[in-house]
């Protein structure tokens, strides 16, 4: 994803909600600086940003 305004924000809450009433798990992985920025700022990035994964050893 390379742009996200409020609408994008609110369509991304709207999918967690979703998720988290279906009993399911909801997380963005692999966030761009960009808009991890906003979602940190909109304290979203607490409840749908995953932390990445450590590569395995080769």
């Known amino acids: 994803m390379s742009f996200c305004d409020a ?3 609110s369509a991304l809450e709207a999918a967690r909600d979703s998720a988290v009433r ?3 798990e909801f997380a963005l992985a692999g966030v761009r600086r960009g808009l ?3 979602l940190s700022i909109t304290a ?3 409840v749908m940003v995953r ?3 450590p590569a395995a050893a080769p």
């Open 36 to 38: 991890l920025r906003i």
């Open 7 to 9: 609408a994008g924000l």
């Open 51 to 53: 932390p990445p994964v």
């Open 22 to 24: 279906a009993g399911a």
């Open 44 to 46: 979203c990035g607490r």
